[in-house]
C-alpha cells in the first residue's frame, strides 16, 4: 500500500513540475527564421533576387506567425500556416514549419517562377 502511495505521489508531482516546464516562457515563441530555396534546393538571398520581390513573402509570413508570439512551441498548429500562406502568396510554396526548441520555428519557402506572362496594351 506505502508502495503504490509513493508511487501515486512521485505522478503528481511529475505531472505537476511537466505542466510548469512546459508553460514557463523559455519555451514560448520569440524568433522566425525564413529560408528560401529554388527548384535545385539552394537556398537562396531574397534580398539579390531581382527577378521578383520576396520581401512580399516575409511579410505576410511575419504578420501570419506575429499572432502566435508568446505561445508556448508544444502547443503551436504548424499546420495553420500552410492555407494561410499560400491563400495569401500564391507565388511561395511552403515546404515545411519546423519547431526549433527553445523558442523558434522555421519557415522553408520554395519560390514559385511564372510559366508565361501575358501582356496587354493597356499596361
Do not use: H, W
Not at 10 to 30: E, N, R, V, Y
Not at 81 to 103: D, S, T
Amino acid at each position: 500500500m506505502a508502495k503504490r502511495r509513493t508511487i501515486v505521489i512521485f505522478l503528481s508531482f511529475l505531472t505537476i513540475f511537466s505542466f510548469l516546464f512546459i508553460s514557463s516562457s523559455f519555451f514560448k515563441l520569440k524568433t522566425v527564421e525564413i529560408c528560401f530555396f529554388d527548384y535545385n534546393n539552394n537556398q537562396i538571398d531574397f534580398r539579390s533576387n531581382l527577378f521578383y520581390t520576396s520581401q512580399d513573402k516575409v511579410d505576410v509570413l511575419k504578420e501570419v506567425a506575429k499572432q502566435d508570439y508568446g505561445t508556448t512551441l508544444f502547443l503551436l498548429d504548424t499546420n495553420k500556416y500552410f492555407n494561410k500562406f499560400e491563400y495569401k502568396n500564391p507565388y511561395a510554396k511552403l515546404l515545411n514549419v519546423k519547431q526549433k526548441y527553445p523558442n523558434k520555428i522555421v519557415f522553408n519557402v520554395l519560390e514559385r517562377r511564372p510559366f508565361y506572362y501575358i501582356s496587354s496594351n493597356n499596361v
